[in-house]
């Protein structure tokens, strides 16, 4: 590694020398192709400096070799077999499962509103109020608070006037559709998140106790 | 088909493997021939980690106790690599640990002249004897004084007698970074142990020629 203040050519000089020790001890354990045994052997036949170093590198390993290991201080055989650790922490287990269930309860509710959206409250958005009941509330007024008699409302409407997007538009709101939806919305997202954070928690949890086998 | 009926002497004599089978079929006996045939490699990986007899032991015992819990996952390979590798991760635990206390080293174990006797072997004389814990002695000291990372490759492998791969796998380093360290800490232990190796004659007198 380049160490502050080193030149590049400093550092390219250490590097060189660092693989060319690593090559000797390499030869030394005997782990060289048979090319680089035959280069480092080359190298030897040339340099007594390079000879003096491999006879040092190899009276080191021979001597650290030939030193015994130190004993055990004693038997590290198990007198009994140790809990799984799945067992141990309990808090941890209890917790896990606790999570588990708030999660599986929070998608379960997502999975409720969202169909409940689709199937029942979206089929009610788009229903059309009684023919009856449109009539009556957008039947014009004659100007006394009276509705006025058909014959006199069909004088009223041309024809293109009388599409339902025109009437169906507007009761939309004053029936309170929008605003169902929009709840629904904001409660499918408030389980969206709260399933996925508690979710998270979960794997979290369930990831911490594996650690310390590894 | 079930596991052949084994009595304690066929533990020691039973390939790793089949005792490993064994134990993660619930054999307690199989799983301790496994820890008796490598716990000296295990303590000596955390001593040379730990440079602490005590926590050496403890970090042992408990990487047993690991290998004992997660021996359902071993599928295969070298199984001293792996039990060494867990080993190896408890003993960093421990050097990561706010509570480790450093008050006794192994080069204050070592300055102490060797208080257990543990690196006598009884079949030497007691002259013999003197002499090879004074030239472990200094071995360990020597060692004990090389960065953590250079002095658990080499007594890795030059100890332990393991090959670079395995090294490689129980330090989970690179095979490259395995020969840097060991041959910077050769270099360095050349220098410090030039003394003993001359008064023991395993270094060539300067005048000898090549060859």
Request: with cysteine; hydrophobic share 40%.
């Amino acid at each position: 590694m380049k160490e502050r203040g080193d030149t590049v050519l400093g550092w390219l000089k250490r590097l060189t020398q660092d693989n060319y020790h690593e090559r000797l001890s390499e030869y030394v354990d005997g782990r060289l192709s048979a090319t680089e045994t035959a280069k480092v052997e080359a190298q030897l036949a040339a340099s007594d400096e390079a000879r003096t170093e491999v006879a040092e590198l190899r009276a080191v390993a021979d001597l650290l070799h030939g030193t015994p290991m130190v004993e055990a201080p004693r038997s590290f055989a198990l007198s009994h077999a140790p809990l799984p650790l799945a067992h141990a922490p309990r808090q941890h287990r209890q917790g896990l499962r606790g999570l588990s269930m708030a999660t599986a309860a929070a998608v379960l509710a997502l999975v409720v509103v969202t169909s409940a959206d689709i199937a029942g409250l979206a089929g009610d958005a788009t229903d059309t109020p009684t023919t009856g009941a449109v009539e009556t509330a957008f039947a014009p007024e004659a100007g006394d608070g009276t509705l006025m008699d058909a014959s006199k409302q069909e004088s009223l409407f041309t024809p293109a006037e009388v599409q339902p997007p025109v009437i169906q538009e507007a009761p939309s709101n004053d029936l309170g559709f929008v605003e169902e939806s929009t709840v629904i919305d904001w409660l499918r997202l408030s389980l969206s998140i709260l399933a996925g954070a508690l979710g998270l928690a979960t794997l979290v949890l369930f990831w911490m106790p594996a650690r310390p086998l590894t | 088909m079930g596991l052949p009926i084994m009595t304690t002497p066929d533990y020691n004599e039973a390939d790793d493997h089949l005792l490993m089978q064994r134990a993660q079929g619930g054999d307690l006996a199989a799983f301790n021939a496994i820890v008796e045939r490598h716990q000296k490699h295990a303590y000596n990986l955390a001593l040379s980690i730990l440079r602490d007899p005590s926590a050496a032991e403890d970090a042992t015992q408990e990487g047993f106790f690991s290998a004992y819990r997660a021996m359902g996952r071993f599928n295969g390979g070298n199984l001293r690599s792996w039990l060494l590798t867990i080993v190896a991760n408890r003993c960093r635990d421990v050097l990561r640990s706010p509570q480790r206390k450093r008050n006794s080293s192994l080069e204050a174990f070592t300055e102490a002249g060797d208080p257990g006797g543990i690196w006598r072997d009884p079949s030497h004389t007691p002259e013999e004897a003197a002499l090879q814990n004074e030239t472990v002695n200094t071995v360990h000291a020597a060692l004990a004084k090389l960065p953590e990372d250079q002095r658990l490759i080499i007594s890795l492998v030059d100890l332990q007698g393991m090959d670079y791969e395995e090294a490689a796998r129980i330090t989970n380093v690179s095979l490259g970074t395995v020969k840097s360290r060991l041959s910077r800490g050769r270099d360095r232990l050349r220098t410090v142990l030039r003394p003993i190796l001359e008064l023991s004659g395993d270094l060539p007198r300067p005048d000898e020629g090549k060859g």
